[in-house]
């Protein structure tokens, strides 16, 4: 296997194949090893063909009192909300409460570009709204509760960033103002809403719009680790309502996203109008590559909480993880649980201890290296008392000294040996050996 496709196998899921059965006991063992050296806490949950196959907690509900998680703790599920929120409006233009080209005026006529702003253009983010959460102001007020009106002056204070069309940019603002308009229509709260088109209907029992955290109800606190597990503030769930606002289990989200994709939701022409993807953006969707294969999904982050839940079509497999504190990116540990299942053969993590060393001890390290057996070129270079490496026309990752002239790479299971004084090295991945010269 190329060297390009060992060192970013991280950054994408590729090479997948279609697995019958997967190793368990492997996957127990990979939570296991995340449990035992703090690098993350939440729950996550795998179903095939719509029944759940496999489920895993780990870390704590609460650290203070020591309280476990458990397979059905709650979690605040941050922007996976919005696929909620898009199901909940593309419900309401199949009742003809809305249309998709419904102008923003009719709601709110004094946002900046309002006529040209259509409930489509909010829904793939291509409204030019700018997004509140961006602003310092917006740390100031996070954490107390905000009418609907207030919340609304608060977007329409910082205007647009772009002209609706234009390009697409993320922006919480618009989920936001979609939520406010769904009440509007049906005159109901946007946890009504939630309840009746969506939780009931499909047999939610654990999803529902937050408020403040209890952990007496099984919902998690959430922490960030920075020499300990901090616990942090709760933002006030009035502020984002369908941009961030739901809360779930694991199982709940693979339930939403099964009984979505099998049409149990939303029309099929709607969940394809969800799933047509313009400048990045499906409605209330994201799209991720795979080698040959597809999946739709969200991501989350909300305080300490991060989240990904993503639905692969061609094999009907679901897959979500809810964190309430992780020191290790979430996105690897979804890649490292997606490699096991499909028994892709990737190595366990090992967290080796982290060496700090001086920005004047890199530089015996720094240079191109090559090798006869690769068709690519490894720079090492470094960022301040980072040393960094990067392959050629691939994205460049950081390297973590865990031993004299050693550094790892802990999400790619990369390991590099550094021999200065022979201007060399070797290169460790995925059981195999590649040596390189520098230049």
């Known amino acids: 296997m190329m060297l390009r496709t060992l060192i970013l196998s991280f950054v994408l899921f590729t090479h997948i194949i279609v697995a019958q059965e997967f190793d368990k006991g492997k996957m127990d063992s990979f939570f296991e090893i995340l449990e035992k ?7 996550f949950s795998i179903y095939k063909n719509g029944v759940e196959v496999y489920s895993n907690s780990i870390g704590y509900l609460d650290i203070e009192s020591k ?7 709650k979690y605040r599920v941050g922007s996976i909300s919005k696929m909620f929120t898009a199901a909940i409006i593309m419900k309401l233009v199949e009742s003809k409460k809305l249309k998709l080209s419904t102008p923003l005026t009719r709601f709110f006529p004094r946002i900046k570009n309002s006529s040209r702003i259509s409930i489509e253009s909010m829904l793939n983010h291509s409204s030019g709204i700018y997004n509140f959460t961006n602003t310092d102001e917006y740390l100031t007020y996070q954490y107390k509760p905000l009418s609907r009106d207030e919340l609304y002056q608060r977007i329409l204070e910082f205007g647009s960033s772009f002209d609706p069309g234009e390009k697409a940019d993320y922006s919480n603002s618009n989920y936001v103002l979609l939520s406010i308009i ?3 229509v049906t005159k109901k709260s946007f946890d009504e809403l939630i309840q009746e088109m969506i939780c009931k209907p499909i047999g939610l029992q654990d999803t529902y719009f937050g408020g403040k955290i209890s952990t007496s109800n099984n919902e998690t606190s959430s922490y960030k680790k920075v020499k300990k597990w901090e616990r942090q503030k709760e933002t006030d769930m009035s502020i984002l309502l369908g941009a961030g606002a739901v809360v779930s289990t694991a199982s709940d989200i693979n339930k939403f996203l099964n ?5 149990k939701i939303v029309t099929s022409d709607s969940r394809k109008k969800m799933m047509k993807i313009e400048n990045g953006y499906g409605l209330g969707l994201f799209k991720t590559p795979y080698e040959s294969k597809v999946s739709y999904g969200h991501n989350g982050g909300i305080d300490g909480f991060q989240s990904m839940a993503y639905y692969m079509p061609e094999e009907n497999v679901s897959i979500t993880y809810l964190s309430n504190g992780t020191d290790y990116d979430v996105k690897s540990i979804f890649l490292d649980a997606l490699g096991i299942y499909f028994n892709k053969g990737k190595d366990l993590p090992s967290f080796l201890p982290v060496m700090k060393l001086k920005e004047s001890d890199l530089d015996k390290y720094l240079g191109k290296y090559k090798s006869d057996s690769l068709p690519i070129e490894l720079n090492i270079f470094k960022s301040g008392a980072n040393l960094v490496g990067q ?3 691939q994205q460049d990752f950081i390297l973590d000294a865990f031993d004299v002239h050693k550094f790892k790479f802990e999400p790619g299971r990369l390991e590099i040996e550094f021999f200065p004084a022979e201007s060399r090295l070797v290169l460790i991945q995925g059981g195999k050996e590649y040596k390189m010269i520098r230049e």
């Open 391 to 393: 392959a050629t026309g």
């Open 37 to 43: 050296h703090e690098q993350s806490m939440g729950t």
């Open 67 to 73: 309280v476990d998680a458990q397979v059905d703790s």
């Open 259 to 263: 009984a979505f994709f099998n049409d």
């Open 182 to 184: 769904a009440e509007k």
